[in-house]
């Protein structure tokens, strides 16, 4: 049953798109507590908090401990590079980190490291995960603490890809950090008008940058959405991450006089990777991805992540309408009238039926 509770938390969730610093920073998700909030998240009948919600109530995390954190900049197996009191270094990860089964060590986390070895991590307050692609019940993290999601994409070679988008902003929005759009190559473009497809998330409260490593088009724009933040560049492979990375290297170690550089000479990035930029930012290039599946989300908190359904669901002729399969519904009347983008509809028909499926 849907209930007013639940109305409120679709407004929570288009104010929390909105939101201009990412997550509190006094917010914590934490090791032991993780796992429990995305069971109650996926299987309680009752109305599920979103994790971004759970973040905000939780305790913050000890000053004295983040004073000394070390943050986690690349996980190897057995081994990670650390940046901490003003260096990097590589630390041993002792097995009872390492094997953790569902969230062990990611880029990003902040560490107590002794006598460089990794001695404990510190409270996550937010995460981007996806399920492992060989295990679906596992979850794999693809950086945690970040601030900012920048899910970057192209409307030209590689075309856009508006179902990616939708999953992407999904797991943004349950691991707790803002999203923001970069639209790369617009110099590719014929017509500005081939940039409307994004609009229909701009209307969500979702920042789209338009922009071109080619032109500088955006840059600064870009600039400022991750500067003195943690960011994760995701999107799929082609789109432009490199050069996005590249392009703003050069300006933000000019405006912060870093001593501490990205490392010269590029990898293909097979891991998630943080460089330090200086100035507090800090920019995770992440692997290239092609699909983006979902950890852990059931049915009825589907309709959660689509806040457009939200008002009009109020004038379904069911309290529950799942807004697939029944009579009088008014979330597909507005699709019909275009009131409601069909593209984003038509994304959460999709992730409903594959949900079933699994189940
Ligand atoms: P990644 O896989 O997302 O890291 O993408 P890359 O940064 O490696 O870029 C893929 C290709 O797109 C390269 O050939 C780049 O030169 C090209 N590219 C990157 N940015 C732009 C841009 O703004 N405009 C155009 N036309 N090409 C770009
Ligand atoms: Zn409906």
Redesign the pocket.
């Known amino acids: 049953m849907r209930d007013r509770k639940s109305r409120r938390a679709a407004g929570r969730l288009r104010r929390s798109f909105v939101r201009d610093k990412g997550v509190e920073s006094n917010a914590s998700i934490t090791e032991d507590n993780w796992e429990a909030l995305l069971d109650e998240h996926g299987h309680s009948r009752r109305r599920r908090m979103l994790v971004s919600e759970v973040i905000a109530e939780l305790p913050p995390a000890q000053d004295d401990d983040d004073a000394n954190a070390a943050i986690v900049m690349a996980v190897m197996s057995a081994r990670c590079r650390v940046f901490g009191g003003g260096e990097e270094r590589d630390c041993i990860v002792p097995p009872h980190i390492a094997m953790r089964r569902k969230s062990a060590l990611a880029v990003g986390d902040r560490v107590r490291v002794v006598e460089d070895r990794v001695e404990s991590v510190l409270p996550r307050r937010s995460v981007l995960a996806r399920p492992d692609p060989q295990h679906k019940h596992l979850q794999r993290l693809i950086a945690a603490n970040i601030d900012v999601v920048l899910n970057?994409v192209s409307v030209k070679?590689p075309p856009l890809r508006p179902r990616l988008i939708d999953r992407v902003l999904i797991a943004i929005q349950r691991g707790g950090a803002q999203a923001v759009i970069g639209v790369?190559?617009?110099?590719?473009l014929d017509d500005r008008s081939e940039l409307n497809a994004l609009d229909r998330y701009r209307d969500l409260g979702v920042t789209v940058i338009p922009?071109?490593?080619?032109?500088g088009e955006g840059l600064d724009e870009l600039r400022a959405s991750v500067e003195g933040k943690i960011a994760a560049l995701v999107?799929?492979?082609?789109?432009?991450?490199?050069?996005?990375l590249n392009a703003l290297d050069e300006r933000l170690q000019l405006a912060t006089k870093s001593l501490h550089r990205r490392g010269t000479g590029r990898h293909t990035?097979t891991r998630s990777t943080l460089y330090d930029f200086g100035g507090g930012t800090y920019l995770i290039d992440t692997p290239?991805i092609r699909e983006f599946g979902l950890w852990d989300l059931d049915r009825d908190s589907l309709r959660d992540y689509f806040p457009e359904f939200s008002e009009p669901s109020e004038y379904c002729r069911f309290t529950d309408c799942t807004h697939v399969h029944e009579p009088d519904c008014e979330v597909k009347r507005r699709v019909e009238s275009g009131a409601l983008d069909r593209a984003r509809y038509e994304t959460y028909v999709r992730l409903y039926e594959d949900l079933e499926e699994k189940r």
Do not use: M, P, Q, W
């Open positions: 970057v070679a790369n190559k617009v110099d590719l922009c071109s490593t080619k032109t999107g799929h492979s082609g789109v432009g991450k490199s050069s996005i990035t290239g």
